[in-house]
Nanobody, 117 residues
């Protein structure tokens, strides 16, 4: 039911930056602020991993591998969650997905990020 459209991926050089966006549809705008939002990623041959989360109280949490480099944010009026990625590394290469805790079985197609020189 909940739909996600991730965008902003592409090819980046090591040390570069990209900003991912995820527009969430089929949710009520006035309640969007109540959702716990996350970014996941999955690299070939690896399990999907949680990258970053932003909670209803505005607090955030990051995987150790991205702390200090990535920042998650959201725009409640636009029903969009963002992931600012700085100082990218080759190991950041993956397909990135956004997710809502309250809709655990809903996933979009993701957006692919490739970090390579």
């Amino acid at each position: 039911q909940v739909q996600f459209v991730e965008s902003g991926g592409g090819l980046a050089q090591p040390g570069g930056s990209r900003r991912l966006s995820c527009r969430v549809s089929r949710v009520i705008t006035s309640t969007f602020w109540t959702y716990d939002l996350s970014w996941y990623r999955q690299a070939p041959g690896k399990q999907r991993e949680l990258v970053a989360s932003i909670f209803t109280d505005g607090s955030t949490n990051y995987a150790d591998s991205v702390k200090g480099r990535f920042a998650i944010s959201k725009d409640n009026s636009r029903k969009t969650v963002y992931l600012q990625m700085n100082n990218l590394r080759p190991e950041d290469t993956a397909v990135y997905y956004c997710h809502i805790l309250q809709a655990p079985d809903s996933w979009g197609q993701g957006t692919q990020v490739v970090v390579s020189s």
